[in-house]
């Protein structure tokens, strides 16, 4: 409903004045989100959330490659941004896993807080299969080398 309708009606303005008493923005009333970029949503997400430090590091790493990537992560992007980490920045896959977890972090706080609406029904950053981090055949290829978990040997 627009807003001029939305206040000359005399109990629609009662109600939202009571909600603004309240603290509470009716999203009729609510500003667009200004979020447009990775970088801008990570920052949000930054303030608001207070995510934790290693997180924020991972997150940090983001912005600096992908900062400037618009709002529109679906499926074929996330790949693609595998992809690069496997093959480009020769990423372990630990570190690949800590950084698609940090983002698909951000992207649900996003979702969640209506700052985002991702292009895919299913999160892309959540149905990755298993085994997603792990370097194929083709990875070990184009990167000259093949990444591994390091095993740790923990004894009680």
Excluded: F, N
Excluded at 53 to 82: F, N, P, Q
Excluded at 107 to 117: A, E, S, V
Aim: charged fraction near 30%.
């Amino acid at each position: 409903m627009p807003i001029y309708q939305l206040i000359s009606q005399p109990r629609t303005v009662s109600k939202v004045e009571t909600l603004l008493d309240k603290g509470i923005i009716p999203t009729e009333l609510s500003a667009p989100s200004r979020i447009d970029t990775v970088a801008d949503l990570v920052r949000e997400y930054e303030r608001d959330a207070h995510p934790t430090a290693k997180d924020s590091a991972a997150l940090g790493t983001i912005i600096t490659s992908k900062g400037a990537t618009r709002l529109g992560i679906d499926a074929g992007w996330v790949d693609d941004w595998i992809s690069e980490m496997k093959r480009i920045d020769k990423l372990a896959p630990a570190t690949l896993r800590e950084k698609v977890g940090a983002l698909a972090r951000c992207t649900d706080w996003g979702t969640r807080k209506g700052h985002i609406q991702l292009p895919d029904p299913d999160h892309p950053l959540r149905t990755l299969p298993d085994g997603y981090a792990q370097c194929t055949k083709t990875d070990v290829a184009i990167a000259g080398e093949a990444r591994v978990d390091a095993e740790r040997d923990r004894r009680a």
